[in-house]
DNA sequence: TTTAAAAATAATGTATACATCAAAATATTT
DNA sequence: AAATATTTTGATGTATACATTATTTTTAAA
């Protein structure tokens, strides 16, 4: 369960073991979150408890005491923007990617094909992480990070149900930024996070 | 110093102190903060002092336990996202807003023209914040609301040094708006915060 | 039986003491 | 005097007790 944890400021171990249980599903959305509860559980005081609270509050993860379950309405807002920032990404990656991280670029989409479960999950994070990254804007990355909890949820539901041709469309991104096609990489990306969002939504509904 | 607060998690007074002194200057860019420091002179516990910067750290106006200034990069970076999401949201509000708001947008404009100091500043803030709420989406208010403080600094200087046509954009944003013409609304609004960073980086570098 | 009030319980907010870590100042050695 | 140890001071991290607020349960009344 990897995560560019970005280059902020330092964190207490709780914060990581609380995200996890609500990334794996052993805490389930709409559970409350009681401070006293998790310290006994983790085996830390309150104190720090509360601090990894506040800020899983801040990423989204967790709103009003309760493990997020995002609605049809929040993942559209949620792509909305992501197809805006990473769009913009993508026409910077266009422009400016080396060599060296083009090579990167291609050997997540190589994996995309044939890793292992886990492998795929990290190879199409990175391949995303290579493209925001690139923009050069810490602002952007800083938000899109701050993203990824929530965003790891549903990528987790788009490999694991095998979303088709999701590998085919990072392919065709990545040939857009290496010809260095900038107007045709930011359509591409955001076509490609539209049919996740379609992808998304249609199993959000039959869920339900 | 109004701000819209969102509908966000309440919090402790010691929050708006903290704040209101940095965006005043009081605590200037580079200042150490101190928790005990702040406690025994907001007369409050480290607790709450604690939680409080933890936010301001999230804002981006404390970083690394010191207040922030701003470099010309950051100020680049923040502008390139403003660009991006407000230039949407003016699209939105090009096709969605009602003519009660549009009738508040009037008000902005011409309060800019007549008001005072205090009342240019929140009619500014007033007129971004219509069109960024008419995007409906509640992720991008949220992000937005978290630049506020830092926006909020340099607004101070662009009102105060009075930029010229601040106000003339503005009525132009409202009229392509009520004319229903989102793509013109998209642009305008793009021109008009890159006149602002312009005019905010040509500052800066004087101040340097 | 339903509703409202009161009491009891649970959870979070706040203060504070102590522990650990970081930085600065002093002392010691070369 | 310069460089390195050592001590001291300062600041943040952590645990915990108490205060306040919110929630639930119980009791009483309609």
Redesign the interface.
Known sequence: MLRNQGSR?SHHPSYEMIRDKILNGELEGGTKIVEEKLASELGFSRTPIR?SI??L??EGLIV?KKVVSPTEK?LR??F??RM??EG?ASKAAATFLSDKELEELKECVDIGRNGSFEEIMSANERFHAIIVNSSN????IN?IDR?QSIIYLFRHTVVFYNRPFLIDEHEDIYNAIKERNAEKAEALMQEHLQKDLEFCLHLLQRRQ
């Open positions: 400021s601090d506040r800020r509050e801040y009003r929040d807002n949620l909305e923007v805006l920032l913009s804007n810490d602002v952007m938000i993203m």
